[in-house]
């Protein structure tokens, strides 16, 4: 049990009271569903967003579309003046820094909800019937926006009991009260809403025009709020890896949910104590794997990954040094109708779809490959919640399962502090009942998976990855399909440049030793099939094995940047980052030359274009030494 003392939140009282045209209380609880008893006291679980501040806003409504940057700026184009007003957003991420632009352009409170066109009846059948949300469905979320993850108030180090605390009234956390209400409340007053009828794009699937207001409505919020320091807890298990012990993989779920959480994050925690039991009694039967296994229960996930983040501050150090990557399961299943969803750190993409392979699909009686795969190609032109990364290209037929690149939730930390492989995944990210009161048992027994046949799968898919880092022979990390994002990369960012008028630093030079690179990876990955195809030369590896493997595993550590940017210390992988202080961003991927560029500070981009070739080099004189000790061995 490992305790991190955390800035947590949660609510005691929310209110939201229409005042004009007419007087109406608008409920900020759920609706009961027949048959369902986790609905049964709907009162004692309100809707409600985390770090709200505690207050009273009264004031005209504004719809502000999702309360991004540009939606900001169409309301000042349309005359329409934000100050003083409360404004009505649609959710579908980065809700903190929706509360942030707010509060940056002067309004006086927030009410966040859900529009069906995201997640409801523009999908399917709501529940109890189907897997998409209800009128009554409140979806829960945190109002965070900070330049790091984890303790609002220990940045940069593990908030151990103890530990050195920041001030809470020091740090950029919501000043305004924000609260969430269903999207059948949200119907009745957007239709007390007069203005300017709203953009095209902003319209939703409520059967009304939606208007921007400001009032007629006026409405009266209120938020007391419990936001303070609390324990939070996360449980740690370790099976000895019986010739590589300091080799370790991670594997791991988080257990704190905002009601219920039977989805998200139970079906997950489900899944790896099944692996785990699966794990010890392989154990008592005599059979271990060569690399420790740790299994890790996260806290306080959702606050955001404030448990995982702290461990990997605490570890930071040992990590580094001994880990070979973490694989993350933040929820098993949501939806099977939907394609699974696996975003991972390029050198485990392969990896995922091979043991996909092995797995049959329940319905189907297909491998979970085949499945995954059609699925996409039936649901690529299709928005999704998590949404298609930048590399995604709906209009390509995929004859592979797409692997997002950029894995999320609690394996942020690994992967974005320490450049760790590290993967997160779930079956059917799209689905209505998330962060809601319907995420119960009675919604996954009845709707989601009633015979926890996806749990089954889920918990295989993640126990093979796992099995096959903890027991091979040598590492199965791919470097060449790692090349080719870096080559995209670079390769998109050239072409956001251009229509800026922008010039990417020292291109050339950077595909060129990508290219170098993905031919090494080739190599590389060739001379691993012959070394352990050959009898003879396999046997003489087995004294090598612990170095190549210490080689092959700290191969990503190339792209580690100890001190990370300096716009954010926090965020030390080369490949990925994200922009706190401004806006516009072109993309993810390269933030040191990408963020340079969008804010037009050539100078820096070429300061950092030079960052990027010394490891592009590392990279390629690292896997020429690995080439280079396997033919060594004869």
């Not at 009234?169 to 009745?188: K, W």
Request: hydrophobic fraction near 35%; aromatic fraction near 10%; charged fraction near 25%.
């Amino acid at each position: 049990m490992a305790r991190y003392d955390a800035y947590l939140s949660s609510p005691i009282s929310v209110s939201i009271r229409l005042l004009e045209p007419v007087q109406l209380s608008i409920p900020t609880t759920e609706q009961r569903v027949p048959g369902d008893p986790f609905t049964a006291d709907v009162k004692d679980h309100p809707g409600w967003v985390a770090y709200s501040a505690s207050g009273e806003a009264e004031g005209q409504l504004i719809y502000a579309h999702f309360g991004s940057q540009t939606d900001f700026a169409k309301l000042q184009a349309l005359g329409v003046d934000v100050r003083g007003k409360i404004l009505l957003m649609r959710y579908l991420g980065w809700d903190g820094r929706k509360v942030r632009n707010a509060e940056r352009f002067g309004a006086a409170g927030v009410i966040f909800y859900s529009d069906p066109q995201q997640d409801g009846y523009h999908y399917g059948d709501v529940y109890p019937k189907g897997d998409w949300r209800p009128p009554g469905g409140i979806e829960r979320s945190d109002a965070i926006d900070l330049p790091y993850p984890g303790d609002a108030l220990s940045p940069g180090w593990a908030s151990v009991p103890g530990a050195k605390r920041l001030r809470p009234e020091d740090v950029p956390l919501p000043r305004i009260p924000v609260l969430a209400i269903s999207y059948g409340s949200a119907r009745q007053l957007l239709g007390y809403l007069g203005g300017n009828v709203a953009p095209y794009d902003w319209q939703g699937d409520l059967p009304l025009t939606y208007k921007t207001g400001p009032g007629p409505a006026r409405v009266r919020i209120q938020t007391k709020m419990n936001n303070g320091d609390r324990p939070i807890w996360n449980v740690i298990g370790r099976l000895p890896g019986k010739t590589a012990p300091d080799q370790w993989v991670i594997v791991s779920n988080h257990h704190d949910a905002w009601v219920f959480g039977a989805g998200d994050p139970s079906s997950g925690t489900a899944a790896l104590l099944e692996l785990s039991r699966d794990l010890g009694q392989m154990a008592r039967e005599g059979h271990s794997f060569r690399r420790t296994v740790v299994v890790a229960f996260w806290d306080a996930e959702e606050m955001p990954t404030i448990g995982s983040t702290e461990w990997v501050e605490q570890h930071m150090e040992e990590l580094l040094d001994k880990a070979v990557a973490c694989i993350n399961m933040d929820s098993a299943v949501f939806n099977p109708d939907r394609p699974l969803s696996v975003s991972a750190h390029p050198v485990l993409h392969e990896l995922f779809r091979e043991a996909s392979r092995s797995i049959p699909d329940p319905k189907t009686g297909k491998s979970t490959f085949e499945v995954w795969r059609d699925a996409q190609n039936t649901f690529r032109h299709t928005p999704t919640e998590d949404g298609w990364d930048e590399f995604f290209n709906p209009e390509a037929e995929l004859s592979e399962p797409y692997v997002f690149a950029i894995p999320s939730d609690d394996a942020d930390a690994f992967f974005d502090y320490l450049a760790l492989p590290a993967s997160d995944m779930y079956y059917g990210a799209d689905y209505g009942v998330y962060h809601s009161i319907y995420d119960n048992f009675h919604w996954m027994k009845t709707v989601a998976d009633p015979q926890f046949r996806y749990h089954a799968v889920m918990a295989q898919l993640q126990g093979l990855v796992v099995a096959r880092l903890a027991n091979a022979d040598l590492l199965p990390l791919d470097f060449a399909t790692e090349a080719g994002f870096w080559r995209r990369s670079y390769q998109g960012l050239d072409k956001s440049s251009h229509e800026k008028g922008q010039q990417v630093p020292k291109l050339r030079e950077a595909l060129d030793l990508i290219d170098q690179w993905e031919m090494e990876a080739k190599g590389l990955a060739q001379d691993e099939i012959e070394l352990l195809s050959d009898p003879a030369r396999r046997e003489a590896a087995q004294s090598h094995l612990m170095e190549l493997n210490q080689m092959i595993y700290k191969a990503p550590r190339n792209f580690y940047r100890p001190k990370g940017r300096a716009d954010s210390p926090e965020q030390r992988n080369l490949f990925f980052g994200t922009s706190y202080d401004f806006q516009g961003v072109s993309g993810t991927s390269l933030p040191g030359i990408r963020f340079a560029l969008d804010q037009g500070k050539v100078q820096e981009a070429e300061r950092e274009a030079d960052v990027y070739l010394e490891a592009l080099r590392l990279r390629v004189a690292t896997l020429r030494s690995i080439r280079q000790s396997i033919a060594n061995i004869r």
